[in-house]
């Protein structure tokens, strides 16, 4: 379990939630998202619409919860992701997820 | 089915043994949606750069969304549901969730979420859908509603029977379904709902039933019922050539309401003796706009040319309320049936009213033509539609063109006001047509169309009846010519009401013209006015329709009133 701050501007809309569920969908393990800011329920984070129905917008806390094989690496995978911005402002330094959490 | 502008999918479910076969269907819809989808992105990501490709992306991304998918599939396989209705609900559920969010660029993504709906429906339901204009075969059409203007199509469509969700009996849709004389049922609140593009479903007009699904022994029955029914046309018909005269010797002229400038010829093959009532504005409701006056000239001529000689009384055009031409309809009005339309509509457009008068002047030459305008309020506007007619004379006079000068004047006499100011109307007009639907809506303050008060709209209100006799009495002594047209007209119900009050002339579909002629045949003028004094002493609406229910199967025992 990982928590990370949403940190582009436009908050977690489609664009973001499709390249988060893209990462996601690479892991064994299941993934849960949770707006702790909103005390919001969990959804499958590999859900493109379940994802933006998080109504997570900048600045709000997600907590990523991963179960499986892969879990401590995914979990700290999506939550770099997030701090990223979801690494789609193409003027900030782009960083690769960090595998080693 | 025929839907409106969306998808609207009715609630719908299957046999357990469908089950497969819808879960079959979903998974090809998202296939083939996903395929259409990446077709797509790849021209925007060529044409317009990945920024506006990439909201595709989240639309691969939901269609991918097994969660969604999971949704969906169980709807279909726990609760038998069709495809399309579970896809629907479960999208639907999602646009909710969308509509509550506080970011507005979050709640914009409803519009996607439909988006991605109507991509699937579109592959779930493939042919179910057709437009009426494209139909191949037989059909029968089931929608919530039908606009005036898509009922006016009908006839050059292959639908054979309509069953509607909204309506009443005497809205325009349902008069056109009417005229087109192939059975409609209307006012079903939910009909759209309970059947799907493809059930097999028997429209029972005489009963207003819609039965989805018949079992062999219903289907038999009805094609039975089917045979008796063109037997008994059939009988009626042979009316035709007698004419409407009393046992004592009165002859009453049964004229026909027309919508479609074929109609008139029909209207005479039942026995018709001219056309009452051409409503007009039947031109106007379709798609390229209003027509010209060549194409209004023709349209009248060929009104005219079917009534072969015998009288054509011509309403202009009676636009706005539930009638909206293309252009009109976008604009809303809190109340249109107290706003612009029928007269005051032409009023405000003259150089529309100018053409259509011109194009009437003209056909006039070629038969016994009268016009009328229609929802006349006060004296003012009659006058002023009046000295329009003489405008468009003077073009027509200036252009050389032959016209008929002498074309008597009428009013439609359909307003409370007009009842009241009767006496003072028949110092002016050259006859008056009594149109009893708009009549009594605004009597009774009850909208017509309203399938929640429409049970109140009845032309057996006390005030109805005191109204008409003496609309009619006032005419009688000015000697002013006096028909009603209007539903109370082709109700046998009310023939010999109107009878007993002086009425001479009748205005009514061309299909009720053999019952109603039927009934005057068989009783006498004496007859019929003491039943109308009769009907005028009661003080409620049941009183006078019970009594004249009576009255009448007294007459024709076989009948169903």
């Known amino acids: 379990m990982r928590d990370a701050t949403v940190v582009n501007r436009e908050g977690l809309h489609a664009r973001p939630a499709s390249r988060f569920v893209d990462r996601a969908s690479t892991f064994a393990s299941a993934i849960t998202v949770q707006n702790v800011s909103r005390d919001g329920e969990l959804v499958d984070g590999k859900s493109a619409m379940q994802m933006v129905l998080l109504e997570a917008t900048q600045g709000c806390v997600l907590r990523v919860t991963a179960r499986g094989g892969d879990a ?23 960083q690769q997820p960090d595998h080693a959490g | 089915m025929l839907e409106a502008e969306e998808y609207r999918i009715p609630y719908r479910t299957v046999p357990a043994e469908a089950v497969q076969d819808e879960l079959a269907r979903l998974a090809s819809a998202f296939e083939h949606a996903l395929e259409e989808l990446s077709t797509q992105g790849e021209w925007l990501k060529t044409n317009l750069g990945r920024d506006a490709a990439s909201v595709f992306d989240w639309h691969v991304g939901v269609l991918k969304d097994q969660h969604l998918r999971d949704n969906i599939e169980n709807l279909i396989k726990d609760k038998c549901a069709a495809a399309a209705y579970a896809t629907s609900t479960v999208m639907l559920n999602y646009q909710r969730r969308f509509m509550q969010m506080t970011d507005p660029l979050l709640v914009e993504r409803i519009r996607d979420v439909q988006d991605i709906e109507k991509r699937l429906m579109r592959h779930i339901l493939g042919e179910a859908r057709e437009d009426l204009a494209h ?8 929608a919530h ?3 005036p203007t898509q009922t006016a199509q009908l006839p050059d469509t292959k639908v054979i029977g309509v069953a509607l969700d909204a309506g009443a009996a005497t809205s325009h849709t349902a008069i056109l379904l009417r005229s087109w004389g192939r059975p409609g049922v209307i006012g079903l609140n939910d009909v759209s709902t309970r059947v799907s593009g493809g059930d097999l479903v028997i429209i029972d007009g005489s009963n207003q039933l819609v039965i989805a699904n018949p079992d062999d022994a219903t289907l038999e029955e009805y094609r039975a019922q089917e045979v008796a029914y063109h037997k008994l046309s059939g009988e009626l018909d042979e ?9 004592d010797g009165h002859r009453i002229m ?3 309401n027309v919508e479609f400038p074929t109609e008139s010829a029909v209207g005479v093959r039942k026995g018709g003796d001219g056309v009452g009532l051409y409503r007009t504005e039947f031109l106007f409701l379709r798609p390229e706009g209003p027509p010209s006056e060549e194409e209004q000239y023709e349209a ?4 005219i040319r079917g009534a072969e000689d015998r009288p054509v009384t011509i309403r202009t055009f009676d636009l706005g309320a539930d009638k909206y031409t293309q252009q009109r309809q976008y604009e809303q009005e809190r109340n249109p049936m107290l706003g612009l339309r029928s007269i005051r509509y032409s009023l405000q457009n003259l150089d529309m009213f100018k053409i259509q008068l011109r194009a009437i002047l003209r056909a006039s030459v070629h038969g016994n033509v009268r016009m009328m305008f229609p929802l006349i309020c006060s004296l003012m506007e009659f006058r002023q539609a009046k000295m329009t007619v003489h405008d468009a004379m003077e073009d027509l006079e200036e252009t050389g063109t032959d016209f008929n000068r002498n074309v008597s004047i009428g009013m439609m006499l359909e307003t409370p006001a ?39 709209f009845s032309g057996s209100h006390p005030a109805v009846l005191r109204s008409l006799r003496d609309v009619v009495r006032a005419c009688t002594q000015a000697g002013i010519d006096c028909s009603l047209c209007g539903e109370m007209a082709g109700q046998p119900l009310y023939t010999l009401f109107l009878m007993g009050i002086g009425l001479r002339q009748l205005s009514m579909a061309p299909a009720n013209i053999p019952e109603v002629k039927k009934l005057i045949r068989l009783v006498t003028t004496a007859q019929a006015q003491r039943i109308a004094r009769r009907a005028l002493s009661f003080d409620t609406e049941r009183q006078v329709t019970n009594y004249l229910r009576d009255e009448t199967r007294k007459v024709l025992p076989e009948d169903p009133i």
Do not use: M, W
Request: proline share 3%.
């Open chain 2, 300 to 303: 009248y001529r060929q009104v």
């Open chain 2, 254 to 256: 049964l004229h026909c």
């Open chain 2, 239 to 247: 009316l035709r050539d007698l004419p409407a005269v009393t046992k």
């Open chain 1, 72 to 94: 401590h690496e995914a979990a700290g995978s999506l939550a770099a992701f997030i701090e990223a911005g979801f690494e789609l402002d193409p003027h900030q330094n782009t």
């Open chain 2, 418 to 456: 007009a009842a009241v100011q009767v006496k003072e109307f028949c110092r002016e007009v050259g006859f008056v047509s009594i149109g009893t639907n708009d009549l009594i809506q605004y009597l009774l303050a009850v909208d017509r169309g309203n399938e929640r008060v429409s049970q109140s």
């Open chain 2, 135 to 142: 139909l191949t075969k037989p059909a029968i059409l089931v």
């Open chain 2, 145 to 147: 509603d039908l606009g």
